[in-house]
């Protein structure tokens, strides 16, 4: 089977804002090639006794994508030579992104969004060279190889593991006398493979703070793990919002995974800054706490007068990360502008920055 393989040559510093554009556009799944040496967490569960020696880290990295193309041109008259939704022709249909055939003509316009994507991203993050190179390639098993890079990882109490993986020997005991919550997640086209430091300061908050029975809004929910990791510490019921309905089927299967009932979670496709009749649906003043683990200048819109605000009761909680370092002052002004906010807390993980918020 031939798929078109393109490459976007950046930086190490953009690798995770790119790879989640590239998911907003409907890109499901990116290799990342960088010479960044593998920590000592890197290397758990690696049953190697030699790393390979890389080149000096030289701050460049290259996300490489896959296309499996058709000669239809998506007409009406060509229906019946693609295959149904759902059929693939390959033996593991575990990922979706094996059912999917692009034309001619959605390739081009996919070319040229990420093109201008790049270039939006440029105005504020170092994305180096920013071009993107193509090349062909029969090799389908790269569909599989990023599940070797997604292991189990632990957020305090919270015990995180992909649903093809076993609990770790070393978390059994735990989680059998229930000292540990775990989570089953698989992660689809909405989560990504990366460090997820993102999602690990914000499930650590929740940890914090989730006492019991609390109403928790998840913005921008993807596969809906910190709605689930939520309901798992004890919150009472989750609202989830994406602007994207290609999560709905990630969602649904992750609840299905962790048994966690439709009625206590709950996700609707919408934009809440743009789609006020949403926002009123949702329930305006009716969250003990909102998260919004996205894009800095989309927190940035969040923090403003009236936006996250709205949604919460007085002394509730507004839990942030997606933002790169680089942008942690600008979010930071952002939540200051805004009186009804007091900043309680911001947390750092590598890059990456969590900023909680009290409404007063």
Known sequence: MKWRKFTINTTTEAEDIISAMLDDLGVEGVLIEDNVPLSEEDTKGMFIDVLPE??????????????????????????????????????????????????????????????????????YTDIGEGSITESETEDADWMNKWKEEFRPFLVEDVLIKPEWEAVPEEYKEAVAEGEL??????????????????????????????????????????TGILGIAALKMGAGKVLATDVDDNCRDAVEENLKLNDIYEGDFKLVIGNVLTDE????????????????????????????????????????????????????EEVLKAFEANKVFEVVEINRMGEWVNITAMKL
Request: with cysteine; proline share 4%; net charge negative.
């Open 54 to 123: 890389l080149p000096p880290d030289d701050g460049t990295s290259r996300l490489s994508f896959f296309l499996r193309e058709t000669d239809c041109d998506g007409s009406q008259d060509n229906a019946e030579e693609r295959p149904a939704p759902g059929v693939s022709d390959t033996e593991d249909n575990s990922y979706s992104i094996a059912d999917r055939l692009w034309t001619k003509a959605e390739v081009e316009k996919l070319l040229s969004d990420i093109s201008l994507g790049l270039s939006e991203l440029r105005a």
């Open 277 to 328: 009749e949403l926002a009123e649906d949702i329930g305006l003043g009716a969250y003990d706490i909102v998260i919004a683990n996205i894009l800095a200048p989309v927190i940035e819109s969040l923090a403003g007068s009236g936006m996250a605000d709205r949604f919460l009761k007085p002394g509730g909680l507004f839990i942030t990360s997606g933002i790169i370092d680089e942008k942690e």
């Open 181 to 222: 919550r775990l989570i089953n997640i698989n992660p689809g086209t909405a989560f990504g493979t990366g460090t997820h430091e993102t999602t690990k300061l914000c499930i650590a908050e929740l940890s914090r703070y989730v006492t019991g029975a609390e109403r928790i809004l998840d913005i921008g929910t993807g």
